[in-house]
């Protein structure tokens, strides 16, 4: 298996073998991040453009500690301060990042299918950093590593996704990398927060929707829960918090219906006691924190491939 | 000349051999691989003139509808300012007959400034040319006021055009509401939005007795709504756009694949898939599903569908060349309508008989008015690519760029005079 892709825009059309492959390389980078010297001069001389034309603390923070632990030159260009604030198109970006000459951009955008827009026309390879309500795919690589670690092959466990599924780019990456290791998926939800498609039968390959939160997780092997964004309340998508916190969020008595020790991800930032309460974020379950080293490790390992250089020495 | 022996089909989508007589001269040539048609008739054209030149002026969309075969156009009303005054409307009127090309009939607004909210003069704008009222871009919302619409129109004597979509279910919808949507995550716009809407304004124009036209009809659901008021006996009638007839919401995700052509397409085509996002798929209504597809072709078959109209909706690059969710909704369809249904025709979707009616007598029945006595001649068999220098529109938002077609028109004959293509005539027929 060698790598073959120019950008990393998402996983729809990824094979079991590239999403492996891109596994296997992280856990070498954590070995990198476990050294007293969290750095390697893989990419010593590359430049890294960090374009979030979104606000992003904690993803921008993970793709810079990665870009650096590999000794890659980066800048960031952010919405606010920006032209972009003053009314520059993203073609007028485009064509700055073009001039700027980066190898790598790193892009956040609130618009589905910015990413595309940009890598059609650029030289850089682009990794999506979060597009609108569609992809995030290195969060779904994360939170697959994040999984196999824990559970071992994932052929066969059952994963359920629950909450804002409609409005969220990290279920359906979630879907496009976990799926083709040999997972299924049961997205759990508001039917307001679901797509209409995928609630009236219409589903991926190897996912299944059922909105009653406590079926969903009987005997499931681990669970993934997404952030709910206060704004779907004015909406008229959700009555109140303390409905859904009621009828979906992730209660100690919730999560002991799966399998026993299956373990609880959150892609953060949370909303302790609305999709989570606290002593489930911090219980013995939860794979959280896991999830952050998790996240800087695979954001290098896609930074490495990208960059074509030479593979990263593992101390045996 | 004389083209002999040619395929010639009527406005009512009769079928016989014929000389015809195309301009001056005596010299006959064999039109034996030739169809001629009666002049094509779009119900619904963005000319985008005044306020939006850069994208199309009443003479670009004139010329590029000739080139289509479409020899009479109605430009819609949603120009800057609206045409909303006799003056406006007389002041199009006068512009397309300067630009000796296909002949444009004005469409003027059904509320002052397009607002949706005060009627415009509508006796006085029928009275100074307008053959039609539409606030097309925009449905009216406000049903009291649309009640009133029809009840003047009628007394107009000119037939209501509307866009049938509720904005509070479309919301913030980009494409389709469906599988494709719930992949990409793009907000959708449900096929109910559109439904509601035509249930909505069958009720008023039964209520009123008035003439209703529902504009690019693309739901199943939606037609179905249609059929039923037909059989009701009420005035209503609809039309369809190539595009709903062809293309489908994969086509946003990436593919380049006509429902009729799951092999791939012509010889020469490109792959038929590319990126998705690709904004020039976006218009409004948006693509459908296959089987909404399927059931617009029934709806051409069993005469539910009055019309084909192309919604040909011109957009500069830079109203385009954005994110798929800021970039304007419209595809540019004046010259690629007639090959796309022809090919749909050959691949078994519909009988040419009544895709003529449809592009002729039946919109000319919308309008109230007859068939002119215009003619086209058609080569079924030329393949083409469409590129953007082979569109004469401004504007070249089409998701068809780089696509092989079949069917061009080669000769265009507007009042008896060949506006277009008349050096071709001998060219094409010896081609053959």
Known sequence: MTWQRRHVLATDDWSKEEIELVLDQSNAMLEVLARPIRRTPALRGRTVVLFFAEASTRTRISFELAAKALSADTSIITASGSSIEKGETLLDTVRTLQALGADIVVMRHSAAGAPYFVAERIASAVINAGDGWHAHPTQGLLDALTLRTALGDLSGKRIVVVGDVLHSRVARSDIHTLVPLGATITLCGPPTLMPSAWRCGQLPAGVTFDEDADRALDGADAVIALRLQRERMDAGLLPSLREYALTWGLTEARVARMRPAAPVLHPGPMNEGIEIDAAVAHGPRSLIERQVTNGVAVRMALLHLLAGTPAVEVAA | ?432
């Open chain 2, 1 to 432: 000349m004389i083209v002999a022996g040619a395929r010639r089909i009527d406005a009512e989508g009769r079928e016989r051999t014929e000389d015809v007589r195309v301009g001056e001269g005596r010299e006959r040539i064999d039109g034996g691989a030739l169809l001629v048609l009666p002049g094509l008739i779009d119900l619904h054209a963005h000319l985008r003139e005044p306020g939006f030149e850069e994208s199309e002026t009443v003479a670009t969309g004139a010329r590029a509808a000739l080139r289509g075969g479409f020899t009479t156009v109605c430009a819609m009303a949603n120009t800057q300012p609206a045409i909303d005054s006799p003056g406006l409307v007389a002041e199009l009127a006068a512009r397309g007959r300067d630009a000796r090309a296909a002949r444009v009939l004005p469409v003027a607004a059904i509320t002052r400034g397009r607002q949706g909210k005060q009627l415009a003069d509508l006796v006085e704008l029928a009275a100074a040319g307008a053959v039609a009222f539409s606030d097309d871009g925009d449905p009216v919302d406000d049903a009291p006021l649309f009640r009133s619409a029809l009840e003047y129109a009628h007394a107009a004597g000119r037939p209501i055009l509307e866009h049938v979509q509720d904005r509070s279910l479309s919301g913030r919808g980009v494409m389709h509401e469906g599988a494709v949507s719930a992949a990409l995550g793009l907000p959708g716009i449900p096929a109910a939005a559109e439904e509601s809407a035509v249930a909505r304004d069958i009720a008023l124009a039964k209520l009123t007795g008035a003439r209703l036209h529902l504009q690019h009809v693309s739901t199943a659901g939606a037609l179905e709504l249609v059929r039923r008021a037909k059989a009701d006996g009420l005035a209503v009638t609809c039309e369809v756009t190539p595009h709903h007839l062809s293309m489908t919401d994969d086509w946003v995700a990436g593919s380049r694949a006509f429902v009729f052509e799951e092999a791939g397409g012509l010889r020469g085509a490109r792959p038929p898939q590319t990126l998705p996002y690709d904004s020039a798929t976006k218009v409004n209504p948006p693509l459908r599903t296959a089987a909404d597809v399927h059931a617009l072709w029934r709806g051409i078959a069993d005469g539910t569908v009055d019309a084909i109209a192309t919604d040909h909706a011109p957009h500069a690059s830079i109203r385009k060349d954005v994110e798929y969710a800021d970039a304007a909704f419209g595809i540019s369809g004046l010259e690629t309508a007639l090959a796309i249904l022809l090919m749909a025709v050959e691949a078994g979707l519909g009988e040419l008989g009544a895709v003529v009616r449809a592009l002729t007598s039946g919109p000319a029945r919308v309008l109230g008015m007859p068939v002119p006595d215009d003619l086209i001649l058609v080569d079924p068999a030329a393949e083409w690519t469409v590129t953007a220098d082979a569109l004469a529109s401004r504007s070249k938002n089409t998701p068809l760029l780089g696509k092989r077609l079949r069917g061009a028109v080669v000769v265009a004959v507007v009042d008896g005079e060949a506006r277009y293509g008349k050096e071709r005539v001998r060219a094409a027929a010896v081609a053959r």
